[in-house]
């Protein structure tokens, strides 16, 4: 972060969507939102300014954000072209170094979780402290019902925003 949370509430709307646009994945939109909520006396306001944005987006607008994160451990791992943020958080759990019978079971898992809501398995791996936890619950979600499942994708994703923005803020 090249600001503080003081500098940050005096920025433009413009730099202020600059420094927090990655936050949630590929979706600057939401960062864009929250501006106006200024000034943030905590990181938890703002989490909070950007999760209301993100609760009062239209149902396509949320699919894309969920939409917009990458399969664990999956093409994007592959090739090496996950965000940073991404990558941190997925080479924790040592999802970027599997073994070959590991990224056969987690391809297996992704697609049938994708065939099955049209989006990627969103987990919050600070949640989780191995791998098996975080497979385990791949396979309990792949019960639900599609808008319980959305539901829990935006609810996972407001873990690993709130992480990101206390990573990048330096509050724990």
Same mark, same amino acid.
């Given at each position: 972060m090249c600001v503080t949370l003081a500098e940050l509430n005096r920025l433009g709307a413009p730099a202020f969507a600059g420094e927090l646009g990655g936050v949630f994945e590929h979706s600057p939109w939401v960062a864009s939102r929250a501006y106006d909520r200024r000034p943030f006396a905590s990181v938890g306001e703002l989490h909070q300014a950007m999760m209301s944005a993100v609760r009062a987006a239209s149902a396509a607008e949320q699919l894309g954000l969920v939409r917009a994160h990458p399969e664990l451990a999956g093409a994007e791992a592959k090739e090496g072209t996950l965000t940073a943020h991404?990558?941190?958080?997925?080479?924790? +759990?040592?999802l970027t170094s599997l073994s070959k019978d590991e990224f056969r079971r987690i391809g297996e898992l992704n697609r049938r979780y994708r065939e099955r809501f049209g989006f990627p398995c969103i987990?919050? +791996?600070?949640l989780h402290a191995s791998r098996d936890s975080m497979l385990n619950e791949m396979e309990r979600r792949l019960s639900n019902d599609a808008q319980a499942e959305l539901r829990t994708a935006l609810e996972q994703i407001g873990h690993i925003t709130r992480?990101? +923005?206390?990573?990048?803020?330096?509050?724990h």
């Open positions: 991404s990558g941190s958080e997925q080479a924790r +759990l040592g987990v919050a +791996l600070k992480g990101r +923005l206390d990573q990048m803020f330096g509050a």
